[in-house]
């Protein structure tokens, strides 16, 4: 765990990386949840593949953006082989770093007039 | 096939690790994925992300591993400070070696002509394995095709062929000049210089451009040319790497030339490994080895000398070239001959031809004379390496039982034993990279050591290390097997242990350690095996070193000098050249130390001959045609100042002139063989001349056999003529003067010279012992080579011995310190020691034999005097090797003696 590096260490955020972080944003998902919710979102223009996702699961881990819960929260029988990944304290911070830059760079490119206000 | 099924077989792509931690949740998102897939297209998709995954991700995932595992070797190798210089050094200097011995072997036997362009496009029409010069009349008793073309052959080839884009002529052998170099304010003294005689389109040919000035063109052919064109390591050496070279004038006996160019470094020109020192144009031979020329022959004597290179034309076939070029040589030939060939004699005459070659490595007479050597240094030198690896195994082995509570802790807590074999694999292969690192300073260093020693030999050996791709090929690959070797058994047994009795035990003898006791024993034992044939190997061209130096050469070479001088250079008519022979000669005898002088045409140890036919009073030959023999022309006293024997008869003597009848000397095998059981003595025998004279010859004396000619191989039947009755007399004689006493006398000889004629040319003084010591040098290099190996390879096994007795002792400290406190005598306990590893001692010395009984007929072409499969030989090596090996043993086991029981018990 890599507990006492700056959130600005992590940045740019590779793109699989940040969509994980968003879809883990609103609740605890297993692995095909990740991957469904940042399809519907992306409106299918980004579907992770199995080994991309747990490749940056495996990373993300080492680096303390998320964690593995202990036991399943959905009590179904069929989810008990999933294993289930939380946002953690820290990984919200390396996020909200992630979308200030991100924002930061749509201000400048609005204000040299790279593209149109609003 | 299942889904399910082929995603299984897809995920063996990623690390165990990685799958054993998210293999079960990959397959399930991936059997989502697939059933919630809307239509074929989508799950086509879904697929392809699956292969994608595999292709990209697991990669990626194996070098997270890799890198995890790099960075826990470096740290375990810093830990280790000692046993990581240990390892690093001991590799960098196996594999430097073996580097470095590849490197010479590729260059002289393999590689391309250095600093030419396209070399797989040269072609040759004379052999690329000889070099020098043949003159005379053609007789049917050489075979084959033509080593050799005349000058005029060259032209025509050039001329009339019509199969080459370009083509030139190179002498064959170097030539050693004594030039003077002209500097500003008067003429230096003279020094050697070596040079090779080049047509005018040399350089174009060989595709070869100069890093300053300029090269031959064709108008050195069509003119004389007073030019002359540098090598790189010639400016560096004489002129400084000087610019103003250019302009700047030498003069080698009847030319004055000045340097156009200069060669850049590494082009050593169409002879691979040797260098000249300059290249000077073909047309200006008779000025530069004057009192000869070789560009025009006078029917029906040839001067073969030159090597021919070419680029063919495109378009035209190996097979079309050689029959163009065989016409041409016929039509050369016959006009040639002309009238003077008829019937029989024709037939001979006309019986040469050329043969084509492809040339990309150049000429080189060196490469079957080395070719042997050079592999049996590289069988050698790998046999060390090996040796190294199997003393790291050790190593590693002592080091992973020190490591094994933590390794099976981790395979105790579900690490697989692949993942932690990986793990060590990798620091072995880390080691192995950084002592590969070091290697390759080690190899170039020791390249150069090497060229430096063929040297000795061969002045103008030269070959330059460039670290090219089959060299670096070969580095990486020895780096890479080495790893492996000296890294996999190891690793292997660290991981082996049962989990739950080695957590168990304390460091007391136990089944693990047996095992790892055994493994050491093993590899012992093969380094022993593999040290036995290098130990014979070593010995055996010790041996013939010292043969080669202590031939008995039927002739005293102490306090003998030699001193050629080549009157042709100076002077042309040949009774003035007879009368400043004598001169010399009387002069020489009265010279200060000189005891005794007299000449021969051949000289001492000279690779010149000459034959010529004979027929012999009584004897028949099987043949039906005349026999030949080697003759020598020369002076008087010339048995006593060699200190040659004469069994019979008498020397030559000064009373042996013209006008007295022709006599010769004859020796032993000459006698043998065509006079038998007669007394030669008063018989005759008629020597037959190129033009068919015939001269009958009166023998006066037999002496005994002599290796005048050669150190090595058979005396051949020979006759001695003399000088005085010879029409023209000895032009080019090489004085041979026997000193009073060990004092040097060459300064008083060449003084004695001097006075005579100043302008003398002297062409080489040297002593018999120095020119015999050039002649063995190579021999005693290869033979110090292989002692060093010997040794190396020898104290190697004998320190890898005493490591796994040492570690053999340590691990029964405690059962020793009881033995001893209950009365066990030391002389009982070395025993007892020693007797471990006899029989390991015993198995690697019988296989080692074994070993070097089989592969000693691969040496069997570089002895002389000592069979290859010598016994005396080997029980020596092998005694040699018990004794080390006893000793390396005598010492643990000694201090295992010496233990205080109580303070051993205690600390256990």
Request: glycine share 8%.
């Amino acid at each position: 765990m890599v507990k006492d590096a700056s959130p600005e260490s992590f940045l740019p955020l590779p793109t699989a990386v940040f969509h994980i972080l968003i879809a883990l944003a609103d609740r605890d998902r297993h692995g095909y949840s990740i991957m469904q919710d940042v399809a519907a979102r992306t409106d299918g223009t980004v579907q992770l593949s199995a080994g991309t996702l747990y490749s940056s699961v495996r990373r993300m881990l080492e680096q303390g953006l998320i964690e593995e819960l202990s036991k399943s929260p959905d009590r179904s029988s069929t989810d008990e082989r999933r294993r289930y990944y939380r946002l953690t304290r820290f990984g919200r911070r390396v996020a909200a770093a992630e979308v200030a830059r991100l924002n930061h760079l749509v201000r400048q490119a609005r204000a040299t007039g790279l593209v149109p206000e609003g | 096939m299942q889904p399910v099924t082929l995603y299984r077989a897809l995920l063996r792509c990623y690390p165990a690790a990685f799958r054993d931690e998210y293999g079960e949740q990959m397959l399930l998102a991936f059997s989502d994925q697939l059933n919630d897939a809307p239509g074929g297209a989508r799950r086509a998709a879904v697929w392809t992300g699956a292969a994608r995954d595999a292709l990209a991700v697991a990669p990626r995932e194996h070098w997270h591993v890799f890198l995890q595992d790099l960075r826990y070797a470096l740290r375990t190798m810093k830990a280790r400070p000692g046993f990581t210089t240990v390892a690093i050094l001991s590799l960098a200097l196996g594999i430097g070696a073996n580097t470095a011995l590849f490197s010479l072997w590729n260059g002289v036997l393999h590689a391309t002509l250095p600093g030419v362009q396209r070399p797989e496009e040269l072609v040759m029409l004379t052999d690329p394995g000889e070099a020098g010069m043949w003159r005379g009349r053609w007789d049917g008793r050489a075979d084959g095709a033509r080593d050799w073309v005349t000058y005029e052959e060259f032209q025509e080839l050039r001329d009339r062929a019509g199969i080459f884009a370009s083509v030139m002529a190179s002498q064959s052998s170097i030539s050693t000049w004594p030039a003077r170099i002209n500097v500003d304010g008067g003429g230096e003294a003279p020094e050697d210089v070596r040079g090779r005689l080049v047509s005018g389109a040399y350089f174009q040919v060989l595709g070869a451009n100069p890093v300053a000035g300029r090269v031959f063109t064709a108008d050195s052919d069509r003119a004389d040319t007073t030019e002359a064109v540098v090598s790189h390591s010639f400016w560096q050496r004489r002129f400084g790497g000087r610019p103003d070279v250019i302009g700047r004038t030498l003069t080698i006996r009847n030319a004055t030339l000045s340097i156009v160019g200069v060669m850049p470094a590494g082009f050593v020109g169409e002879t691979s490994g040797q260098l000249p020192d300059l290249w000077v144009p073909l047309r200006l031979q008779p000025r530069v080895l004057p009192g000869n020329n070789y560009l025009h022959d006078a029917p029906p004597d040839k001067a073969m000398w030159l090597h021919l290179f070419g680029r063919l034309k495109p378009g035209v076939s190996f097979a079309e070239a050689e029959a163009r070029a065989n016409g041409v040589l016929q039509a050369n030939l016959i006009a040639f001959y002309g009238a003077a060939a008829t019937g029989e004699r024709r037939a001979e005459f006309l019986d040469q031809r050329l043969q084509i070659t492809e040339a990309s490595r150049g000429a080189s007479y060196k490469r079957a004379e080395l070719s042997g050597s050079l592999t049996a240094l590289m069988v050698g030198v790998g046999i060390l390496l090996l040796i190294a690896c199997a003393n790291l195994a050790n190593l590693l082995l002592a080091r992973g039982a020190a490591r094994r509570a933590e390794l099976t802790l981790r395979l105790s807590l579900g690490a697989g034993r692949g993942r932690l074999m990986r793990q060590l694999v990798t620091e072995s292969l880390v080691l192995a990279a950084a002592g590969g690192v070091a290697a390759a300073a080690v190899a170039a260093a020791m390249h150069r050591g090497l060229v430096v020693m063929l040297a000795e030999a061969d002045p103008a050996f030269a070959l330059s290390f460039s670290f090219d791709a089959p060299i670096a090929v070969f580095l990486v690959g020895c780096t890479f097997t080495a790893a492996l070797l000296f890294g996999l058994l190891p690793a292997w047994q660290a991981t082996a242990t049962d989990a739950s009795s080695a957590l168990k035990e304390q460091g007391r003898g136990a089944i693990g350690t047996r095992m790892r006791g055994r493994s050491g024993r093993v590899l012992v034992g093969v380094q022993l095996a593999l040290s036995l044939p290098l130990l014979v190997g070593a010995g055996l061209l010790a041996r013939t070193a010292y043969n080669v130096q202590r031939i008995d050469l039927g002739v005293n070479v102490d306090n003998l000098l030699l001193a050629r001088v080549d009157l042709r250079a100076t002077i042309d008519d040949p009774a003035r050249r007879d009368a400043m022979r004598q001169a010399l000669l009387e002069r020489i005898r009265q010279a200060p130390g000189v005891r005794s002088a007299t000449f021969s045409q051949l000289g001492l140890f000279s690779a010149s001959f000459s034959t010529r036919n004979i027929q012999v009073e009584g004897y028949t030959s099987q043949a039906g045609r005349d026999p030949e023999t080697n003759v020598d022309a020369i002076g008087s006293d010339y048995f006593a100042t060699l200190g040659m024997r004469l069994i019979q008869g008498r020397d030559i003597q000064d009373s042996d002139t013209l006008a007295a009848p022709k006599v010769c000397v004859v020796n032993e095998s000459f006698a043998n063989r065509y006079f038998a059981r007669r007394n030669p003595i008063g018989l005759r025998l008629m020597v037959i001349d190129s033009d068919e004279q015939r001269t009958p010859l009166l023998v006066v004396g037999v002496a005994r056999d002599a290796r005048t000619r050669s150190p090595r191989g058979a005396v051949e039947p020979r006759i001695f003529v003399s000088s005085q009755q010879q029409v023209p007399g000895v032009a080019s004689p090489t004085f041979l003067v026997r000193a009073q006493s060990d004092a040097p006398i060459a300064a008083a000889v060449r003084q004695a010279i001097m006075e005579v004629d100043a302008n003398a040319p002297l062409m080489s003084i040297r002593t018999a012992r120095e020119r015999l010591a050039l002649l063995t040098a190579q021999d005693r290099a290869i033979a110090r080579l292989a002692l060093a190996f010997g040794g190396v390879a020898l104290t190697l096994a004998a320190i890898g011995l005493y490591g796994v007795l040492s570690y053999g002792v340590a691990r029964r400290t405690s059962e020793i310190a009881v033995r001893i406190a209950l009365g066990a005598r030391p002389s009982r306990v070395i025993a007892m020691i020693v007797r471990e590893t006899a029989g390991v001692v015993a198995v690697g010395v019988l296989a080692g034999g074994a070993l070097a009984f089989a592969a000693s007929r691969f040496i069997a072409g570089s002895l002389f005097g000592v069979e290859p499969r010598d016994p005396a030989t080997f029980t020596v090596a092998a005694a040699v090797l018990l004794v080390v090996a006893g000793v390396a043993a005598y010492l643990p086991a000694r201090r295992a003696s010496k233990l205080e029981p109580v303070a051993a018990l205690r600390s256990e």
